[in-house]
C-alpha cells in the first residue's frame, strides 16, 4: 500500500500563503488520484482539491478555485497544494489522501478514498 505524509503547514495572516506537500511512500503514488481534505475543528472534512494520477486534471472545490492550486511531481513523488489569499475560516487540520480510482470529480467525500496521510495544521489568524 502506498504511505503518505503530510508537509508544510503553519500559521499564516489572513491574505497571505502556504504550500502544503503529500509526500509517498512505500510506492510510487504515480498512478493514483490524489486528493487534499480539510477538517476544522466540530466540522466534517471537506473537499478541496483533487489531481489525476496523470496529473493533467484537475478538481477543485469552488472555495478553492482561483486561490489553490494543486499539482504533481512525479520524479520526487509528491503533490503540492499551493494555497493563496488564505482566509481565517480555513484554519483547519489539511489531510491528503489517494486512491486508484480515476473519476476525481465524483470522489468529493472522505469515504471514498483508501489511503490518508495524518494531516497537517494549518492557522491563519486575522
Known amino acids: 500500500q502506498v504511505q503518505l505524509n503530510e508537509s508544510g503547514g503553519g500559521s499564516a495572516q489572513a491574505g497571505g500563503s502556504l504550500r502544503l506537500s503529500c509526500a509517498a511512500s512505500?510506492?510510487?503514488?504515480?498512478?493514483?488520484?490524489v486528493g487534499w481534505f480539510r477538517q476544522a475543528p466540530g466540522r466534517e472534512r471537506e473537499f478541496v482539491a483533487a489531481?489525476?494520477?496523470?496529473?493533467?486534471?484537475?478538481y477543485y472545490a469552488d472555495s478553492a478555485k482561483g486561490r489553490f492550486a494543486i499539482s504533481r511531481n512525479s520524479a520526487e513523488n509528491t503533490v503540492s497544494l499551493q494555497m493563496n489569499s488564505l482566509e481565517p475560516e480555513e484554519t483547519a487540520v489539511y489531510y491528503c489522501?489517494?486512491?486508484?480510482?480515476?473519476?476525481?470529480?465524483?470522489?468529493?467525500?472522505?469515504?471514498?478514498?483508501?489511503?490518508w496521510g495524518q494531516g497537517t495544521q494549518v492557522t491563519v489568524s486575522s
Open positions: 489531481i489525476s494520477g496523470s496529473g493533467g486534471i484537475t
Open positions: 489522501a489517494a486512491d486508484l480510482r480515476r473519476a476525481i470529480a465524483a470522489m468529493t467525500k472522505p469515504l471514498m478514498w483508501d489511503y
Open positions: 512505500g510506492r510510487s503514488f504515480s498512478t493514483y488520484s
